[in-house]
C-alpha cells in the first residue's frame, strides 16, 4: 500500500481485509454513537473538479467524525487551473495548506499526476472513466454484511453488473477488486457499445472467475446474489454517442426484474446517483420500501470505510479508539422514513 489510494492496482487481500477491519471498528462512531478526536488538528483539503455531492460530503463526513475539519472546493469556474494553472503546482500549492486531500477530476489519470507532486495523501474521489477506488471498498464491505446477514460468502457468489460498463468507473475497480478473491460468476449485463473494457475482463478471468457477457436482462436471474446496476454516463459520450443512443426497459431494475427474473434474498446496489425521470431505466424508485434494496446502506456504509481509510493513511488506525466517548446528542433510531426493515430477508 502506498502512501495515497489512487487505484484498486494499489491495494492487496490482506490490506483490503485490515481496512475492513478498522472500518468495523469505526461503526459506533459512524452510527453516531461514539466520538473521537483523534484527527484533531488535521485538515483535508476536499477538491472536486467534476460535480458531486454525496462522495464529497461522505468524505467531509468522515474525516469531520474523526475530530478533523474540511476545506472543500468545487468546480473548475473558480480555481486557478481555469487561469491556466498545472497539476503540479497545484497539488504543491495545496499540501501546504491541508494533511490529506481527497481529489475529484474529470480527466483520466489526473488525480495520480497530481499525488506525483506531493507527500500528503491523496485519495482518489474518480478520475473521468477511470476508477473509483472508495467506492468499491464500500461496494465490496457492503456486499460482505449483505452477505453475513444472509448466512452467504463471497466465494461461489454470483454478481450481475449491468449499465454502463464502458464510463462505469466504479464498476471498473469493483471488478478489480472482486479479482482479490476466490473465483466466483459474475455476468456482465450492457447496451451494445458500452460493454466493460477487455482488459478489465481478461483480469478478472486470470483470477479464476468465470465471466459472461449478455446484452439483456431479460433471462433468468434466480441464482444471482448481487444485482449492481449502474447509471448511463452520458456526460462521457461524443456528440455522436448521444444522438444515436437510447436505453430500452430491457435494462430497468425494478421490483417486476428482482420479482420475476431473480430471488426473494437477491440483493440491488447502485453506486448513485440513479436516474430516476420517467424512461430512464435505471435501478427503479418503486423498489425504495424493498428489503432488497441496499443502495442506501451502501452509502451508510461509506462513512466507516472513508473513515478507515483516512485513519490508515495517516496512521491513526491503532490509536482512534483509544479516547471514544458517547456522543451528547439523541441520534434517530431510523435516518430514512423509507427505510426497510431488512430483518424480512432472513
Known amino acids: 500500500m502506498s502512501a495515497h489510494l489512487l487505484s484498486v492496482d494499489s491495494l492487496s487481500r490482506?490490506?483490503?481485509?485490515?481496512?475492513?477491519?478498522?472500518?468495523?471498528?469505526?461503526?459506533p462512531i459512524a452510527q453516531r454513537q461514539k466520538i473521537t478526536r483523534v484527527l484533531e488538528g488535521a485538515v483535508l483539503g476536499n477538491l472536486f473538479f467534476e460535480a458531486s455531492t454525496r462522495t464529497r460530503m461522505s468524505f467531509h463526513s468522515?474525516?469531520?467524525?474523526?475530530?478533523?475539519?474540511?476545506c472543500d472546493t468545487t468546480g473548475f469556474t473558480f480555481?486557478?487551473?481555469?487561469?491556466?494553472?498545472?497539476?503540479?503546482?497545484?497539488?504543491?500549492?495545496?499540501?501546504?495548506?491541508?494533511?490529506?486531500?481527497?481529489?475529484?477530476?474529470?480527466?483520466?489519470?489526473?488525480?495520480?499526476?497530481?499525488?506525483a507532486a506531493t507527500h500528503v495523501p491523496v485519495i482518489?474521489?474518480?478520475?473521468?472513466?477511470?476508477?473509483?477506488?472508495?467506492?468499491?471498498?464500500?461496494?465490496?464491505?457492503?456486499?460482505?454484511?449483505?452477505?453475513?446477514?444472509?448466512?452467504?460468502?463471497?466465494p461461489g457468489a454470483h454478481l450481475l453488473l449491468t449499465g454502463d460498463l464502458k464510463y462505469g468507473r466504479t464498476?471498473?475497480?469493483?471488478?478489480?477488486?472482486?479479482?482479490?478473491?476466490?473465483?466466483?460468476?459474475?455476468?456482465?449485463?450492457?447496451?451494445?457499445g458500452l460493454e466493460m473494457p477487455s482488459e478489465l475482463i481478461d483480469r478478472a478471468e486470470n483470477a479464476g472467475h468465470r465471466v459472461n457477457q449478455r446484452d439483456t436482462l431479460q433471462a433468468d436471474y434466480s441464482d444471482v446474489d448481487v444485482v449492481y446496476a449502474t447509471r448511463i454516463q452520458k456526460e462521457r459520450f461524443t456528440q455522436e454517442m448521444v444522438e444515436g443512443f437510447s436505453l430500452s426497459s430491457?435494462?430497468?431494475?425494478?421490483?417486476?426484474?428482482?420479482?420475476?427474473?431473480?430471488?426473494?434474498?437477491?440483493?440491488?446496489?447502485h453506486p448513485l446517483p440513479r436516474d430516476s425521470r420517467p424512461g430512464a431505466n435505471d435501478l427503479n424508485v418503486d423498489l425504495n420500501?424493498?428489503?432488497?434494496?441496499?443502495?442506501?446502506?451502501?452509502?451508510?456504509?461509506?462513512?466507516?470505510?472513508?473513515?478507515?481509510?483516512?485513519?490508515t493513511l495517516m496512521g491513526v488506525a491503532d490509536t482512534f479508539d483509544r479516547d471514544l466517548r458517547d456522543v451528547g446528542w439523541q441520534p434517530p433510531h431510523r435516518i430514512g422514513v423509507d427505510d426497510a426493515d431488512f430483518t424480512t430477508l432472513k
Open 14 to 27: 490482506d490490506y483490503v481485509d485490515h481496512l475492513f477491519d478498522v472500518a468495523r471498528r469505526m461503526e
Open 62 to 70: 468522515a474525516f469531520s467524525r474523526l475530530g478533523g475539519s474540511v
Open 79 to 115: 480555481s486557478s487551473m481555469a487561469k491556466g494553472e498545472s497539476l503540479y503546482d497545484t497539488s504543491r500549492v495545496i499540501s501546504g495548506y491541508v494533511d490529506a486531500i481527497v481529489m475529484r477530476h474529470p480527466d483520466l489519470g489526473s488525480v495520480a499526476e497530481f499525488a
Open 124 to 154: 482518489n474521489g474518480g478520475d473521468g472513466p477511470g476508477e473509483h477506488p472508495s467506492q468499491a471498498l464500500l461496494d465490496l464491505y457492503t456486499i460482505n454484511k449483505e452477505f453475513e446477514r444472509l448466512g452467504k460468502a463471497l
Open 171 to 192: 464498476v471498473h475497480s469493483l471488478l478489480k477488486l472482486l479479482s482479490l478473491y476466490p473465483p466466483m460468476q459474475i455476468t456482465l449485463v450492457s447496451p451494445p
Open 250 to 269: 430491457d435494462f430497468s431494475v425494478d421490483r417486476a426484474f428482482l420479482d420475476q427474473r431473480c430471488s426473494t434474498h437477491t440483493i440491488a446496489m
Open 289 to 311: 420500501d424493498d428489503p432488497r434494496l441496499a443502495i442506501f446502506r451502501q452509502t451508510d456504509n461509506g462513512i466507516p470505510v472513508r473513515m478507515a481509510i483516512f485513519a
